[in-house]
């Protein structure tokens, strides 16, 4: 039975694309996963830099997390490995726990994806909101861009603070320190992949500046600090796997950034794989994704590399190169394998301004600037969760950031949903329309005494007071409350007690109560919760005709008895 039910969630996208295969698209596959594995290594060198670990940390995670992602994911074209998503995340998490402290954090994480995708929870992007997406991932831009003024220009500070505004005072401070030719190369090159993108798009301008930029600082020995004069050697295998050591206190102390992690990467991957889809016309497999990078953030921390997602740039050039089943996204891990054992020294000679250049470029196409402006003129609550993630973001932390914008984004769903919904008194006064609903109140007869109310929309907290206040107008001479529910799709706990407190209330006034057209699902609460029960079946009625029926005759009976 767990067998089946994991062939049910668990169908990695490799299997499938193995059956239809042929020597065409391998060849298809191996030009994508060269290029993309060219691509990916200076990339993964930056993203390492950028979190404040060695380059080879990221390395080793683009080709351990970039394999499994691909050999095991729910996308077809997905290109797994360390993204610019996570810079802020592991930089913070390196500074206060150390590097250990993210390892430990990156397992839990995969972890907590795993336990996701098993879950069937791989439709968690739909439950996050849009404006949310955009703020964070707009801050994450402009704290990226602003960790790379140092390289950029060259200036000579032994320790950036981490703090976004602090950041910027120590740029300023140290700005006569400003190296020209750092400057000169950072600026040239970011003008140079700006014009790249506009006439190339199969290559990306960041691999070209790169290569141009390495073999014009080597050749003519221009004074800039490059990845080996910073770090000295890179190693030239991967290391061997090792469990972190860990302490049950430390766990607890990393259970919020390992959540982030998970929700981020989550986010990330799928927004990816979401991305790859519109452009090769398929659908990935959300769960399967997801449990394929909780085992990839498993594992790869284990050989010491960091946090992994869905990369969209890189799945992109994969897409545009030909890339159309998982073995491309292998081929380019297996690339990278091979350029870290022969050819890594070669990285060493890449010169840190034009990193610097590479980042600031990302950050730009990252931030998303069209659709923060587009967010700007939407309703201003949804503006709001935008700008409050935003500045949570670079001020504070993504951790803070995440929580307040889902606590703030809540809130105001809850609102918008309370003003909504309606709990309104329904008379006979109302004047007849051939146009109303056939089961309209308006065309049925309500005798004296009885009082129709019908609620609309969502019957949970958000709304018990609007529904409280309501029937504190009752009338002293209702003798019968009819509550019509037929457009009420749910009904929380918090309603449901108050409802029941109602009818006790009721009672003791003399007042009985009728409910009509209750919907399956809040009809099933209400028996769970033994209301039905209390206010008895016979009180309950699938239309207002039986339930006006039921009504009169309660009327007719009562009436019958004073008059004895």
Known sequence: MVFSYLRSVFKPELFNSLKRYNTRQFGSDLTAGIIVGIVALPMAIAFAIASGVAPEKGIVTAVIAGFIISALGGSKVQIGGPTGAFIIIVSGIVEQYGFNGLIVSTVMAGVILLVMGLAKLGTIIKFVPYPLIVGFTAGIALTIFSTQMKDLFGLDIAHVPSGFIEKWACYASHISTTSLAATILGVLSIAFIAIWQKYITRIPGSLVVIIIATAVVAIFNIPVETIGSRFGSLPQNLPPAKIPDMSFEMIRGLISPAITIAILGAIESLLSAIVADGMIGSKHNSNTELVAQGIANIVTPLFGGIPATGAIARTATNVKNGGRTPIAGMIHALVLLLMMLFLSNLSLLIPMPVLAAVLVVISYNMSGWKSFRSVLKSPRSDAAVMLVTFFLTIIFDLTVAIYSGMILASFLFMRRVSLAANVDIITDEFEYSEEDDPMAITKKAVAKGIEVYEVSGPFFFGVANKFRDEFEKISRHTEII??????????????????????????????????????????????????????????????????LERANYILANSNSVTHK
């Open 482 to 547: 009819v509550l019509r529910m037929r457009n009420v799709p749910i009904i929380d706990a918090t309603a449901l007690n108050m409802l029941e407190q109602f009818y006790f209330d009721f009672q003791k006034k003399g007042i009985d109560v009728v409910l009509s057209g209750v919907n399956p699902v809040p009809l099933e609460t209400m028996q769970r919760a033994g209301f039905i029960d209390i206010i008895g079946m016979e009180n309950v009625h699938p239309d207002i005709d039986k339930a």
